[in-house]
């Protein structure tokens, strides 16, 4: 049994067809990466994935738990969770209370008000924005606003996160630390899906691509054997390339 199984998934937007019977499934310690050009469907099966999109065919199976028809909150506590393509912190409240908040959904945790300070110091640390939870995220640099969201979704105690475009809008520097980081949660014993539109981040972190195009699967193999395919180098002719 594979950790996720997503089997034959199929997302319409009434008449668009955004991910059309697309099958792939995950290993518990793997990190896969999941590429396409832009508008392939990625965001979507993510969505999919976490209960924010209605599944309009196929089934995820997540620990061998039929997930397909569970709300947010109930696939989060069961161990999943998503760092959104768009940073979306809560501007009012310094990056501590932007992390607490995502303790809440946990209903323990939510009984005692939410995770104690010494929790999300280190989920801060984690992800090196330990030194910066007094401040707001409007006074943050793009990367560090990207990390913060990193921090909320570690702060669920996922098994299984889901990384959209992390590594976009940074330089090389921060790129190389990022995808440092996400070795080391892997060392954790994270299991992780990130998400890119092209190879560029990908190549030296993942152990696996599967490819989407127009919400299709394409190929599925090494980044090497990825980085050769020719019907993926076709794909991204029209882009801005693999
Ligand atoms: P990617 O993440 O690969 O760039 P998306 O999953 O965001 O692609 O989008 C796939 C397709 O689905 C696009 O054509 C997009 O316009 C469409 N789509 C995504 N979300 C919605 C939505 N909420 N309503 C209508 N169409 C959507
Ligand atoms: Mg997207």
Do not use: W
């Given at each position: 049994?594979?950790?996720?199984?997503?089997?034959?998934?199929?997302?319409?937007?009434?008449?668009?067809?955004?991910?059309?019977?697309?099958?792939?499934?995950?290993?518990?310690?793997?990190?896969?990466?999941?590429?396409?050009?832009?508008?392939?469907?990625?965001?979507?099966?993510?969505?999919?994935?976490?209960?924010?999109?209605?599944?309009?065919?196929?089934?995820?199976?997540?620990?061998?738990?039929?997930?397909?028809?569970?709300?947010?909150?109930?696939?989060?506590?069961?161990?999943?969770?998503?760092?959104?393509?768009?940073?979306?912190?809560?501007?009012?409240?310094?990056?501590?209370?932007?992390?607490?908040?995502?303790?809440?959904?946990?209903?323990?945790?939510?009984?005692?008000?939410?995770?104690?300070?010494?929790?999300?110091?280190e989920y801060a640390a984690r992800i090196d924005i330990e030194d910066k939870l007094h401040e707001?995220?409007?006074?943050?640099?793009?990367?560090?606003?990207?990390?913060?969201?990193?921090?909320?979704?570690?702060?669920?105690?996922?098994?299984?996160?889901?990384?959209?475009?992390?590594?976009?809008?940074?330089?090389q520097a921060e790129i190389a630390e990022l995808a440092d980081q996400i070795e080391g949660f892997?060392?954790?014993?994270?299991?992780?899906?990130?998400?890119?539109?092209?190879?560029?981040?990908?190549?030296?972190?993942?152990?696996?691509?599967?490819?989407?195009?127009?919400?299709?699967?394409?190929?599925?193999?090494?980044?090497?054997e990825i980085a050769e395919n020719e019907r993926v180098q076709e794909a991204y002719l029209a882009?801005?390339?693999?």
């Amino acid at each position: 049994m594979s950790l996720l199984e997503v089997d034959g998934l199929t997302k319409k937007f009434g008449g668009l067809v955004a991910v059309d019977d697309f099958s792939f499934d995950v290993e518990e310690g793997e990190i896969v990466g999941l590429i396409g050009p832009n508008g392939s469907g990625k965001s979507t099966v993510f969505n999919c994935i976490m209960g924010l999109y209605d599944v309009t065919d196929g089934s995820i199976t997540f620990n061998g738990d039929d997930i397909t028809d569970d709300a947010t909150h109930e696939v989060v506590n069961k161990g999943l969770s998503r760092v959104s393509q768009e940073s979306n912190p809560i501007q009012e409240m310094p990056v501590a209370g932007n992390i607490k908040l995502f303790t809440l959904p946990n209903s323990i945790r939510s009984f005692y008000g939410g995770a104690s300070e010494e929790e999300i110091y280190e989920y801060a640390a984690r992800i090196d924005i330990e030194d910066k939870l007094h401040e707001m995220p409007s006074e943050l640099p793009h990367a560090d606003v990207r990390r913060l969201e990193i921090a909320k979704s570690l702060a669920t105690e996922p098994e299984l996160m889901l990384l959209d475009e992390p590594f976009a809008g940074m330089n090389q520097a921060e790129i190389a630390e990022l995808a440092d980081q996400i070795e080391g949660f892997r060392e954790e014993g994270m299991t992780m899906i990130v998400v890119d539109h092209n190879m560029g981040g990908l190549m030296e972190l993942v152990d696996r691509i599967v490819v989407l195009n127009n919400g299709d699967f394409l190929a599925e193999g090494t980044p090497e054997e990825i980085a050769e395919n020719e019907r993926v180098q076709e794909a991204y002719l029209a882009g801005e390339g693999l």
